[in-house]
């Protein structure tokens, strides 16, 4: 506890009073955060534009252990992606990445990875609007996979065969996720063609950028199973649809 200092994407504000900003922050160094900003709707407010959201900030804030709220002390601009949000594709991809991470991201856990993955994604959405759609479902798996909600997608939920790279059999995919060989499918599972499979398994080894271009690069047929089978577990891992519509913008 005590003074914190951290680089943060800004989520969210809501209005406080008449001069005051709540503020939800993704954080490096202490996960979710909700803070109190004094005066940050003064004209002359010292935070300037730096506390809108869809921007990095070096965030310097106080922390008391019985408090779930921080206080805002400092917050400088380290790169904006207000200007993005100019571009409809952008503004839906990227409320949609936001809103993930504050369904998912439980308050004051840090969690690196999850930072660097929403930090990446943001910036490479912010510069690729038209792969808002792809970038979206890359950000999915990846939530899932960092929270504990994807499964691993290496063996047979059956018999345990591997069902890797070199698995030269037929593969299939339940609602929930699991895998099958085809000996113990089971009712209503989907086959799963390699394609979208090495699709669903590869976003641990590849960031956005790589992935999304393999992504629209695959069969129109492999990136409907992947993009819904990401969006079903999502709805499954929160038990209902997310607050934010998935974005739409590139092809599936």
Same mark, same amino acid.
């Given at each position: 506890?005590?003074?914190?200092?951290?680089?943060?994407?800004?989520?969210?504000?809501?209005?406080?009073?008449?001069?005051?900003? *709540?503020?939800?922050?993704?954080?490096?160094?202490?996960?979710?955060?909700?803070?109190? !900003?004094?005066?940050?709707?003064?004209?002359?407010?010292?935070?300037? !534009?730096?506390?809108?959201?869809?921007?990095? *900030?070096?965030?310097?804030?106080?922390?008391?252990?019985?408090?779930?709220?921080?206080? *805002?002390?400092?917050?400088?601009?380290?790169?904006?992606?207000?200007?993005?949000?100019?571009?409809?594709?952008?503004?839906?991809?990227?409320?949609?990445?936001?809103?993930?991470?504050?369904?998912?991201?439980?308050?004051?856990? !840090?969690?690196?990875?999850?930072?660097?993955?929403?930090?990446?994604?943001?910036?490479?959405?912010?510069?690729?609007?038209?792969?808002?759609?792809?970038?979206?479902?890359?950000?999915?798996?990846?939530?899932?996979?960092?929270?504990?909600?994807?499964?691993?997608?290496?063996? @047979?939920?059956? @018999?345990?065969?591997?069902?890797?790279?070199?698995?030269?059999?037929?593969?299939?995919?339940?609602?929930?996720?699991?895998?099958? @060989?085809?000996?113990?499918?089971?009712?209503?599972?989907?086959?799963?063609?390699?394609?979208?499979?090495?699709?669903?398994?590869?976003?641990?080894?590849?960031?956005?950028?790589?992935?999304?271009?393999?992504?629209?690069?695959?069969?129109?047929?492999?990136?409907?199973?992947?993009?819904?089978? !990401?969006?079903?577990?999502?709805?499954?891992?929160?038990?209902?649809?997310?607050?934010?519509?998935?974005?739409?913008?590139?092809? *599936?």
């Amino acid at each position: 506890m005590g003074l914190v200092e951290t680089q943060a994407i800004v989520l969210q504000t809501y209005k406080l009073a008449d001069a005051d900003k *709540i503020v939800l922050c993704m954080t490096e160094k202490s996960g979710l955060v909700r803070g109190v !900003a004094r005066g940050a709707r003064r004209l002359k407010s010292k935070f300037g !534009a730096s506390l809108e959201p869809f921007t990095l *900030i070096h965030l310097t804030f106080f922390e008391k252990e019985t408090r779930e709220l921080v206080t *805002i002390k400092g917050a400088e601009i380290v790169k904006s992606y207000f200007q993005a949000s100019g571009s409809p594709e952008a503004f839906e991809g990227l409320v949609y990445i936001l809103e993930l991470v504050k369904e998912f991201a439980p308050p004051h856990h !840090a969690d690196e990875r999850l930072f660097k993955m929403l930090r990446a994604c943001v910036d490479f959405l912010a510069g690729q609007p038209a792969r808002a759609a792809s970038v979206s479902t890359y950000t999915e798996l990846w939530t899932l996979r960092l929270t504990g909600f994807l499964p691993e997608f290496k063996t @047979c939920g059956g @018999c345990g065969v591997p069902l890797g790279e070199s698995f030269r059999g037929q593969r299939y995919i339940s609602h929930e996720g699991v895998l099958w @060989c085809q000996d113990c499918r089971r009712g209503g599972a989907q086959p799963l063609c390699a394609e979208a499979y090495m699709l669903l398994s590869s976003t641990r080894q590849r960031g956005p950028a790589a992935w999304s271009e393999s992504f629209e690069e695959a069969g129109e047929e492999s990136r409907r199973v992947v993009s819904e089978t !990401a969006r079903r577990l999502v709805r499954r891992a929160l038990e209902r649809e997310p607050r934010a519509g998935k974005a739409s913008g590139a092809k *599936i």
